[in-house]
């Protein structure tokens, strides 16, 4: 598919040397490290930067993708972006912070708001994070030392000092990776709370936020139509085998890969293999790194001269699990396809009067409201029957006296064995 030279373009002959005596520990070490750049990581970033210069900073971003996409590594490039072009500013005004972010935690009952808002603080260097407490009017937000705050839990104290804090260093950005954390919840009715607290939040501090995570995201997007209209949703997507410009990028980035890796004999991967790592690893790049850096560990480990074919096939992911994250992947991108259909239901939904608005949600609704429906004449009688069959029919309690005793079965046959003896 792609010429496998050109990749080895950024290696001096003589590092390579240098490289090859080291030991395999750091050899493996220098592959793990490598940043894979590829087309869909460069084309993601821009859609984000995008969004945060459109917006000016207000609503969220969620940027939803599969698991091992490479979510972690955009956020890198994205930070790294932001603060090169606000290098100038940062250096005029030291307290000045363009971007910062922090990784959810996840819990195994809900999601811990204080345990959240510690972390933000963290992230933009607030000091005394432990004695922070507030008194009197807390429209004033006055921050005062005590250790009250976090023994009592007040999360509503930390979230006002981050506000605070973002605010008064011009927080630009605020990022959250793995945020499908909040997402894990007993009960679906809290998604939408924990959105609206990410909204308010982003309003207050004015630090846009951008979420990171699996499609489990969309299920906060979905809460309300207020946080639909507010987000921007951007779709980190797998390399598709339909597509022939996927086709090329993912091979360019498998044989990047393939040339980090540091053998006494280059790594050759053939056409057929570049196929066989697509399918195996589902067009995912992260995906695609994890199965390479196993497969080099242990040829590297075992003294091996180079990586071959049957090295990838005993080292490639489970099937069980693979068939997990593609169910996932199915299941995440029927979310975002936008169904046309329901463009007409919309249009039908707005066109009733108040006493009719009771229109479908989906195609399959549409179908059955737009059936011929029955002459209400000759229901009348059906509705009158069935009415009467509806209404279940009242018992009337009978009230007994308390030296009544309670039915029981006596015991038959007494008299006749007093008769036959």
């Known amino acids: 598919m792609t010429d ?125 994070i432990e004695h922070k407490t507030s008194y009197g009017d807390m429209r004033f937000e006055q921050v005062w030392p005590s250790h009250a705050a976090l023994r009592s839990g007040k999360s509503d104290v930390m979230r006002r000092c981050f ?15 793995e945020a499908n954390h909040l997402t894990l919840v007993p009960n679906s009715k809290m998604l939408r709370p924990h959105l609206e607290i990410i909204k308010s939040v982003a309003n207050r501090s004015e630090a846009m936020h951008a979420l990171f995570g699996s499609y489990d995201l969309l299920n906060l997007r979905n809460a309300s139509g207020q946080l639909g209209s507010r987000a921007v949703t951007i779709h980190f997507s797998r390399y598709r085998t339909d597509n022939e410009e996927d086709l090329r990028s993912f091979a360019d980035a498998a044989l990047s890969l393939a040339s980090r890796m540091i053998l006494p004999f280059p790594v050759k991967l053939k056409n057929e293999d570049l196929d066989y790592c697509l399918d195996i690893s589902l067009g995912i790049i992260g995906l695609l790194k994890v199965w390479l850096t196993d497969a080099f560990g242990a040829v590297l480990e075992n003294g091996g001269k180079t990586l071959t074919r049957k090295d990838l096939e005993s080292h490639q992911p489970p099937v069980d699990v693979l068939n997990k994250i593609s169910l996932e992947i199915q299941k995440g991108e029927e979310k ?55 209404k279940p029919q009242q018992r009337r309690s009978k009230k007994r006296n308390v030296s009544d005793r309670n039915p029981t079965r006596d015991k038959t046959g007494e008299g006749r064995k007093k008769r036959a003896a």
């Open 4 to 128: 496998q030279n050109k990749h080895q373009e950024g290696f001096d002959p003589k590092s390579l040397k240098e490289l090859l005596k080291l030991p395999w520990e750091e050899r493996l070490e220098f592959f793990r490290t490598y940043k894979t750049p590829h087309t869909r990581l460069s084309t993601v970033a821009d859609e984000v930067r995008r969004a945060i210069r459109l917006r000016g900073g207000k609503g969220f971003i969620l940027v939803v993708g599969p698991t091992r996409i490479g979510k972690t590594t955009l956020i890198e490039g994205i930070v790294d972006s932001v603060l090169r072009e606000a290098m100038d500013e940062m250096l005029k005004d030291p307290g000045f912070l363009p971007v910062a972010g922090i990784e959810a935690y996840a819990y195994g009952k809900g999601y811990n708001w204080s345990d959240h808002w510690v972390s933000c603080l963290e992230a933009v260097n607030e000091p005394l």
């Open 163 to 177: 506000e605070r804090a973002a605010k008064l260093r011009r927080v630009r950005l605020f990022w959250i990776d």
């Open 336 to 390: 975002l396809d936008q169904d046309e259909r329901l463009l007409g239901n919309i249009k039908l939904r707005m066109e009733k009067s108040p006493e009719t608005r009771q229109t479908p949600t989906s195609s399959t609704e549409l179908d059955e409201m737009t059936e011929e429906q029955p002459d209400e004449a000759s229901n009348d009688t059906e509705n009158e029957s069935q009415s009467k069959k509806s």
